[in-house]
């Protein structure tokens, strides 16, 4: 499995060539599988994005979201209690923002690998692959 952060999710949608060959690679491979996801957070992050103006993606949140993950079969999962507690566990090097610690959580606790460009994830030793 693999999990998708936010910033992935956005540049495979819309920039491919932002995304590192390997990340790519893993990106095709688990939409092979139909094994690719993301955390439902990461949906009210690009809403927000878009709604704020630092994402145009040339169609309204909920366009863009729904195309996004149909072209990909994208699974969202769900902040589980699970995740939500394990989320709050994580080393405080991860990252502050809830999001982030949610999106990494979600990775851990599926057993899955993580595609982002936050080095931070990946200096705290969780199965990342850094996009960027």
Do not use: Q, Y
């Not at 709050?88 to 999106?103: G, Q």
Request: net charge neutral; aromatic share 2%; proline share 5%.
């Amino acid at each position: 499995m693999v999990v998708l952060d936010t910033n992935a999710l956005i540049f495979d949608a819309l920039n491919p060539s932002r995304l590192s060959r390997k990340a790519r690679g893993l990106i095709e491979r688990a939409h092979a599988r139909n094994d690719l996801c993301c955390s439902d957070i990461s949906l009210w992050e690009i809403a927000m994005l878009v709604s704020k103006g630092r994402l145009d993606p040339g169609s309204c949140a909920l366009e863009f979201m729904n195309l996004a993950l149909t072209a990909r079969a994208i699974a969202v999962l769900p902040i589980t209690a699970e995740i939500a507690e394990l989320s709050t566990k994580l080393p405080e090097r991860v990252s502050h923002d809830p999001a982030d610690r949610l999106i990494a959580a979600t990775a851990i606790h599926h057993r899955a690998t993580l595609i982002s460009t936050d080095t931070n994830l990946e200096k705290a030793g969780l199965p990342v692959t850094v996009v960027g």
